[in-house]
C-alpha cells in the first residue's frame, strides 16, 4: 500500500532524517542497488516489481542507515538462480562500501561457499560446529556437517550410485530429547550409549594461529569420519544405468501454448503470453529427460501440456499410438493411466480430507474396475515400496512430514503402473537431506519398473544427477538438448553457460567473479525478435535479432544458437565467460541450517 | 477428523452452555404449559401484570402468561429459522459451485442475478415476498431462504474458485476425473467449513428477520404466539406494562448470541483444521520442510 | 482504474434493469388481475378498465413492461391509493428524512465501532477486550426495533428526555430539534450496525497486525504506536470502508423496521404502509427507489474501494 520510494525513506526519517533528505537519499539508494530507473520506480508500489527488484529494495532499506550488522535471512530463496547470484554480488558490494558485518543464513551449501568467510552449523536449535568456511568444507568436523555435505548432488560431477541420504528425518521440535540430537542418525555413533545420554558441549578444536576459531560439538569429533551407508533398502543405482529403448514413449512436436491477456472494459484480448513457443522432443522407454530453467521459461505449462490439464494452442503430443492434443475423452482417459504426474508441493496435491491411503488410490478409484479390497492391496504394496508404513494408510495427509507426503504422491503416481511420470520439481519443497532420500527412490523406482520420467527442476545439481538427457529453456524455447554429460560438461549455448556459471557450488577457494548473467527476463508476453537470449548475450550480433536460430546438432548436442560456444567448460573455474571483477573477501559470518527452518 | 473437530468445539465452554440453552428450549417448547402450569392460548383476567409467583414473566393484554407464550413462540422461531437456512443452502450453494468451477457465461449470469438480491437487505426482500404471497409459515421460510441463498451461493463461489487451482484438484483431472466427480467429491467436501458457519448464522439472521416481519404484522397470523408478535402488542401497551416488551426481546436476544456463539466456536474449530492444510504449503522454496 | 470503473458502470446497468424488472413482475404474483392489484380492493369496474387502459394492461408482457418503464421515466409512478397523492411525490418527500437519518446512523456507528474494534483486535484478551467483545455479542443479536423498543422505554417513558413519536425536522431548520427527533432511531440502528463494523475492524486489524511488512515495519524501530497508526490501520481501514458503505444499504433496510417503531416520516414506514394497505403501486415505487439506491451505493463503494488499492488504481 506504500510507495517504494517511502518505505525505504520512513527507515531513514525513523532514525532521524528530515523527510526530503530521506527522499532524496532513497531514490540514490535505488540507484545503487542497481534499480533502473530510480527517480520513476520510487513513486511506484510494490506490486509493480518483480521479485528481483523487491529484493534489491529490501537491501535498498536494510544498507539505509549505514548498519554495521546486516541480518540476511534466506535473502535468495523465492528466486531465480541467475538474479540470486546478482543479489549476493550486490550484497557484497554493500558490505565493501559500509564495511558492514553480514549474517547471513541460508541452507544452500553453494550460497555459503561462495560468500562466507565463516560458517555456523546448526542442528535441532544448537550449534553443532562452526569455523572458517575452508576448513568445515574441507574437513569436517561433525558427523552431520560431513552428512549434509555428502548428500548434496553436485553440479560439478557425477554421483556414481546412490546419494548419500541421511535416514530418517529432521528431529521434532517438540519432542523430549535426551543426548545428542543428531545421535539417531548419525553414521559416527556406531551404537554408542553416550550419545544418547549426553549432550554434547562445544569444545575448541585446534587450529592454525591467527585463524578464527574451530569448534565441535560431538563426543568423537576427533576420530576417523564413518562415511554414511548408502540408503537403506536401495541397492547403488546409476541414474541412466538402463539403455534406452529406441522406440520413443512420447513425442512432442512443435507444441505452443500461448495464453490470452484480457484488459479493458470488453476483456478484450490485448495480447498474449508466449508460455511455450514451438518445442520438439522425445522420450524414450526407461530414459528420463531433465527440463531446465528459469521461471517462466514455461517447463510447468510444458508438463501440463502433455496430460492435456491446459489446451495446446497447437502441436503434436504422441504418447504410443495417442495424439493426446486432439484425443477423446476415452482415448484420453487411458493415457492420463498410462502418463501420471507428481506436484511440487505434496501438501496442496493430496486432498486434504482424505486419507493418504485414498489419495494414493484414486486413480484406481477412478479407473472403476478395481474393487476396494483389491485397491487397498496396491496401497499397502506400493507404501512399502516407497518407504512408509501400511499401518498408516489411513492417516491424513497433515500428519506426515513434507518427505512422506511426496512419498504418497509418489506411491499413487505409481498405482497404475505408468510407463511415463511427469515430476514437476517433486524436490524442490523438501529438505537437503530429505531430498537425497526421495532421489535416491525415484532413481530406483524408474530402474525397476523401467520408467521414463519427465524431471522438471530449476536445480540444476539435481538434474543433473537424475537426468539421461537435459533440455534447456528460455522463454518458451528449447535453447539446448542433449545428453546430460554434454551438457554439463561442454554446453554450448550462452545461456546453459551462464547459468551453469550461476550456481553456487558447494567448494570453497573459488574465484569470486561477478554474476555472470545481468537484468532481468524479458517479459513473455513481448519477447525479443529474432533469437530471445539476445538481449542478455554477451555474444549477440545483428543476425540474432533478426533471424530466429534453429535448433543445430552440434556434437550430439543440439543448440539453438547463431554462435554455439566450442570451447569447452570447467565448473571449477567459475566460468571462463564471466566478466566482472574479483572481490577480496572481507570478513562475514555465515550461518547455515540444512535442517528445519524452525531450527534457527 | 471428526472426533478432533468436536473436541476443539467442546473446549469452549460458552458454546456447550449456548448448545444446551437451546436444546432447553426447544425441549420446553414442546411441552405446552407443564412447566408453567398455564397454557399458551389461555386467557385470564389478570391483565398486563409484571413478574409475579403466579406469572414468572408477567402476562398480555389478555391475561395470557407470557412465559407460556415465550416458550411455545420458540416452536416457530426455531422452525422457521432451520427451514430458511436448510432451503437457502440447497438452492445457494449448488448455484455457486456451479458459477465458481466453470466460470465465465455460466458464473456472469448467476453472479448478476445474486448481485441483484445481495443488494438489498434481507428484510425488504423478505417484506416483499411476503408482500406478494400473504403471510404463513411456508412463505416466510421462502421469502427468509430467497433471501439468504445468495449469501451461500458468494461463499461457495469463493470457496470453489480457490480450491480449483489447487494442486490436488488439477491432479484429480490427471488421473481422469470428469468434472461432477470433481465437484461432487473433491470440491465440495473442502469448502464445507465456511459453508455450516453460515448456516448457523443465517440460522441466527432468520430468527430475527421473522421477528421483524412479525412486529410488523406480516409475519404468522394469530393466534399462534411468536415473539415479534408479542412485541408488536406490547409496542401498543408500553406506558402500561414496560416488561411486556423487554422479555420477548430478551429471549430473543438469546437465542441469537446462542446461535452465534455456537457458529463463532463452529469457525474457530474448522478453521484450525483448514489451517493445518494449509501452514506448510504458506512456506515456499527449497529448504522449507 | 478507469477500465475497472467502466467496467463496473456496465455491470451495474443490467443490474438495475433486472431490478426493475423483478419489480414489476411481483405485479403477476399476486391474486387477481394486475390491474385489479393496481386499483385495489374497493375498486369499481370503471375504475379497474381505467387502469387497465392508462398501463395497457391489456398488450403483450414485453410490452406492458416497456409501458410501464416508460412511464417511470417520464416521473409517473402511479398513484398511491391510500390518498391520491403522486406515487412520485410521496416518495420524493420522505427520501430526505430517511437521509438525514442514515448520515446520522452512519456518523455514530463509526464513531462507536472504530474505538471498539481497534481495542478487541489489538488485545481481545485484555478485560476491556473481552468486555467490548461480550457488547459487540449482543448487539449483533438484538434486533434493531426491539432496541428501539427499549430505548424508548428508557429515555421517553421513564426519563422524558426525549419524544417517544419522531416528526421530519431538517437539519436545516432546526439543528438541535433535528438532533431529538432523530437521535433515538439513529442510536437503535447504530447500535446494531456499530457492532458488525467493529467486529470488521477487529478481524481486519489482527489480520493485518500478523503480516510481514508489520514486522518490516518493527525491524525498521519503528514504535508500535507508529505501526499501528502508519501501517496497520491504513491497511486495515481500507477494507473496513466498504463494509461501512454497505451497511449504509442497510441502514436503509434496517430503518424500515425502526421507522415503524419511532413513527418517524421516512421511506421505510411509507413502504410499510403500503404494503399493510395493499397500495400496490406505492409498493412498487418504494421498493424500487430503495433497490436503486443500494445498487448505487455498491457501485459506489467498489468505486471507492478500487481507488483506495493501489494495486487497482495503478494497473
Not at chain 1, 525505504?8 to 527522499?23: K, N, V
Not at chain 1, 518483480?50 to 529484493?55: A, E, R, T, V
Not at chain 1, 539435481?462 to 546430460?484: F, T
Not at chain 2, 415476498?129 to 433471501?147: C, K, R, V, Y
Request: glycine share 8%; charged share 20%.
Amino acid at each position: 500500500m506504500q510507495r517504494i520510494g517511502d518505505q525505504i525513506a520512513e527507515i531513514i526519517t525513523l532514525h532521524g532524517g528530515t523527510r526530503s533528505e530521506a527522499q532524496r537519499r532513497a531514490v540514490d539508494l535505488l540507484d545503487m542497488v542497481g534499480v533502473p530507473q530510480p527517480a520513476t520506480r520510487a513513486r511506484q508500489f510494490p506490486h509493480q516489481f518483480s521479485g528481483g527488484m523487491c529484493q534489491r529494495a529490501m537491501i535498498a532499506m536494510a544498507m539505509a542507515n549505514r548498519p554495521q550488522l546486516l541480518i540476511a535471512d534466506e535473502p535468495t530463496t523465492a528466486v531465480d538462480v541467475s538474479v540470486q547470484a546478482q543479489l549476493f554480488d550486490l550484497l557484497r558490494t554493500a558490505k565493501q562500501d559500509t564495511g558492514a558485518a553480514v549474517l547471513l543464513i541460508t541452507h544452500d551449501m553453494g550460497v555459503v561457499a561462495e560468500n562466507a568467510d565463516r560458517v555456523c552449523v546448526m542442528y535441532a536449535g544448537r550449534v553443532v560446529e562452526s569455523g572458517p568456511v575452508d576448513d568445515v568444507f574441507t574437513q569436517p568436523a561433525h558427523p552431520y556437517t560431513r552428512a549434509l555435505l555428502n548428500c548434496v548432488p553436485r553440479l560439478d560431477r557425477d554421483v556414481d550410485g546412490a546419494l548419500a541420504a541421511i535416514p530418517g528425518g529432521p528431529p521434532d521440535p517438540m519432542a523430549e530429547r535426551r543426548g545428542c540430537a543428531f545421535a539417531p542418525r548419525c553414521p559416527q555413533r556406531q551404537g554408542r550409549e553416550l550419545c544418547g545420554s549426553e549432550i554434547p558441549v562445544l569444545l575448541g578444536m585446534p587450529t592454525s594461529p591467527g585463524k578464527p576459531q574451530r569448534t565441535a560439538a560431538c563426543h568423537f569429533s576427533t576420530e576417523p569420519p564413518v562415511s554414511m551407508e548408502p540408503d537403506e533398502g536401495a541397492a547403488p543405482s546409476r541414474a541412466g544405468e538402463v539403455p534406452p529403448d529406441d522406440e520413443p514413449l512420447l513425442e512432442v512436436t512443435q507444441l505452443v501454448k500461448r495464453f490470452a491477456i484480457r484488459k479493458g472494459v470488453l476483456s478484450r484480448t490485448v495480447g498474449e503470453v508466449h508460455a511455450v513457443d514451438d518445442i520438439s522432443f522425445t522420450i524414450r522407454r526407461g530414459e528420463t529427460l531433465g527440463l531446465v530453467g528459469e521461471s517462466g521459461c514455461g517447463k510447468s505449462t510444458t508438463s501440463r501440456l502433455l496430460l492435456r490439464l491446459v489446451e495446446p494452442t497447437s502441436g503434436d503430443i504422441r504418447i504410443g499410438s495417442v495424439e493426446v492434443a486432439t484425443a477423446g475423452r476415452r482415448s484420453l482417459t487411458a493415457v492420463r493411466q498410462r502418463v501420471q504426474m507428481v506436484f511440487q508441493d505434496p501438501l496442496a496435491s493430496l486432498n486434504p480430507r482424505w486419507s493418504v491411503g485414498e489419495n494414493a488410490a484414486e486413480p484406481l478409484r477412478l479407473r472403476g474396475d478395481v474393487s476396494r479390497s483389491e485397491r487397498m492391496a496396491r496401497v499397502h504394496e506400493l507404501f512399502e515400496r516407497v518407504g512408509l508404513l501400511p499401518a498408516h494408510s489411513g492417516r491424513l495427509p497433515h500428519e506426515f512430514s513434507g518427505g512422506q507426503r511426496q512419498r504418497v504422491a509418489i506411491a499413487r503416481a505409481l498405482i497404475t503402473d505408468p510407463e511415463l511420470v511427469l515430476l514437476d520439481e517433486p524436490v524442490s519443497a523438501l529438505d537437503v537431506s530429505v531430498q537425497a532420500q526421495v532421489l535416491n527412490l525415484l532413481a530406483d523406482l524408474k530402474r525397476e519398473r523401467q520408467l521414463s520420467y519427465l524431471f522438471v527442476s530449476h536445480d540444476l545439481s539435481v538434474v543433473r544427477h537424475i537426468s539421461d538427457r537435459v533440455a534447456v529453456m528460455y522463454l518458451g524455447k528449447i535453447v539446448e538438448i542433449g545428453p546430460k554429460r554434454t551438457m554439463f560438461t561442454a554446453p554450448r549455448h550462452p545461456y546453459t553457460r551462464a547459468l551453469l556459471a550461476s550456481v553456487p557450488v558447494p567448494e570453497t577457494g573459488r574465484a569470486r567473479t561477478g554474476a555472470p548473467l545481468q537484468g532481468e527476463v524479458p517479459s513473455p508476453t513481448d519477447p525479443p525478435t529474432g533469437c530471445r537470449f539476445r538481449t542478455r548475450c554477451p555474444r549477440a550480433e545483428d543476425v540474432c535479432a533478426e533471424v530466429e536460430p534453429p535448433l543445430n546438432d552440434v556434437g550430439g548436442t543440439a543448440v539453438a544458437c547463431h554462435f554455439p560456444v566450442l570451447e569447452p567448460w570447467d565448473q571449477t573455474i567459475a566460468g571462463a565467460d564471466r566478466t566482472g571483477d574479483t572481490t577480496m573477501p572481507s570478513d562475514a559470518n555465515v550461518m547455515t541450517t540444512g535442517g528445519p527452518r524452525h531450527a534457527h | 477428523m471428526r472426533t478432533e473437530l468436536l473436541r476443539r468445539f467442546l473446549t469452549d465452554r460458552w458454546s456447550v452452555v449456548a448448545l444446551a440453552f437451546l436444546l432447553a428450549m426447544l425441549l420446553s417448547s414442546l411441552l405446552n404449559g407443564s412447566l408453567t402450569g398455564f397454557e399458551a392460548t389461555a386467557t385470564s383476567s389478570d391483565t398486563l401484570i409484571g413478574p409475579s409467583p403466579v406469572h414468572w414473566l408477567g402476562s398480555d393484554e389478555l391475561g395470557r402468561d407470557s412465559a407460556s407464550r415465550l416458550m411455545f413462540g420458540a416452536r416457530s422461531s426455531l422452525l422457521v429459522a432451520a427451514g430458511s437456512a436448510l432451503a437457502a443452502a440447497l438452492v445457494g450453494v449448488p448455484l455457486g459451485v456451479l458459477a465458481g468451477y466453470f466460470g465465465r457465461a455460466v458464473d456472469a449470469i448467476a453472479m448478476r442475478i445474486i448481485d441483484v438480491i445481495l443488494a438489498v437487505p434481507t428484510v425488504l426482500v423478505a417484506l416483499v415476498f411476503i408482500a406478494a404471497l400473504g403471510p404463513s409459515t411456508t412463505n416466510m421460510i421462502i421469502a427468509i431462504a430467497s433471501a439468504s441463498a445468495p449469501q451461500f451461493a458468494r461463499l461457495a463461489r469463493a470457496g470453489t474458485l480457490e480450491i480449483r487451482e489447487r494442486d490436488f484438484v488439477l491432479a484429480e483431472r490427471a488421473m481422469g476425473a470428469g468434472h461432477l466427480t470433481i465437484m461432487v467429491r473433491v470440491v465440495l467436501p473442502n469448502i464445507l467449513a465456511p459453508l455450516i458457519v453460515q448456516f448457523v448464522v443465517t440460522a441466527a439472521g432468520a430468527i430475527v428477520v421473522a421477528a421483524g416481519l412479525s412486529f410488523l404484522g406480516l409475519g404468522i397470523p394469530p393466534p399462534e404466539p411468536t415473539w415479534g408478535g408479542m412485541l408488536q402488542q406490547a409496542k401498543a401497551y408500553m406506558y402500561q406494562s414496560p416488561w411486556y416488551g423487554i422479555f420477548p426481546g430478551v429471549v430473543l436476544t438469546l437465542t441469537v448470541i446462542a446461535l452465534d456463539r455456537i457458529g463463532a466456536s463452529l469457525r474457530r474449530a474448522m478453521g484450525s483444521t483448514q489451517d493445518l492444510g494449509r501452514a506448510s504449503a504458506s512456506a515456499p522454496g527449497r529448504g522449507a520442510t | 482504474m478507469r477500465a475497472y470503473v467502466i467496467r463496473r458502470l456496465g455491470q451495474f446497468i443490467p443490474v438495475l434493469l433486472l431490478a426493475t424488472i423483478i419489480v414489476w413482475a411481483m405485479l403477476f404474483a399476486l391474486p387477481g388481475s394486475p390491474a385489479q392489484v393496481l386499483a385495489g380492493e374497493d375498486a369499481t369496474p370503471e375504475q379497474i378498465a381505467a387502469i387497465e387502459a392508462r398501463y395497457g394492461l391489456d398488450q403483450p408482457v414485453w410490452l406492458q413492461y416497456l409501458t410501464w418503464l416508460g412511464h417511470l421515466f417520464q416521473g409517473d409512478w402511479g398513484t398511491s391509493l391510500v390518498n391520491g397523492h403522486a406515487v412520485a411525490q410521496l416518495i420524493g418527500d420522505r427520501l430526505p428524512a430517511t437521509a438525514q437519518l442514515a448520515v446520522l446512523a452512519m456518523a455514530l456507528t463509526l464513531v462507536i465501532a472504530v474505538p471498539l474494534g481497534i481495542a478487541v483486535g489489538l488485545h481481545p484478551r485484555s478485560w476491556y477486550g473481552r468486555l467490548t467483545n461480550g457488547f459487540l455479542a449482543t448487539g449483533l443479536a438484538a434486533p434493531t426495533f426491539w432496541i428501539g423498543l427499549l430505548l424508548i422505554l428508557l429515555l421517553s417513558v421513564k426519563l422524558n428526555w426525549l419524544p417517544a413519536a419522531s416528526r421530519f425536522v431538517p437539519f436545516w431548520e432546526s439543528p438541535v430539534g433535528a438532533l431529538r427527533h432523530t437521535i433515538l432511531p439513529a442510536l437503535a440502528i447504530a447500535l446494531h450496525a456499530s457492532t458488525v463494523t467493529a467486529r470488521f475492524v477487529a478481524s481486519s486489524l489482527s489480520e493485518v497486525m500478523h503480516r510481514d511488512f508489520i514486522r518490516t515495519a518493527r525491524a525498521k524501530g519503528a514504535s508500535e504506536g507508529t505501526v499501528l497508526r502508519r501501517h496497520a490501520l491504513r491497511n486495515a481501514l481500507v477494507p473496513t470502508i466498504t463494509v461501512v458503505g454497505l451497511q449504509l444499504g442497510s441502514l436503509l433496510g434496517g430503518a424500515v423496521v425502526t421507522e415503524v417503531v419511532f413513527a418517524y416520516p421516512g421511506l421505510g414506514r411509507l413502504l410499510f404502509t403500503a404494503i399493510d394497505g395493499r397500495d400496490f403501486s406505492l409498493i412498487q415505487g418504494s421498493v424500487l427507489v430503495v433497490i436503486a439506491i443500494f445498487i448505487v451505493l455498491n457501485l459506489l463503494v467498489d468505486v471507492l474501494y478500487a481507488f483506495l488499492d493501489p494495486r487497482i488504481r495503478f494497473d
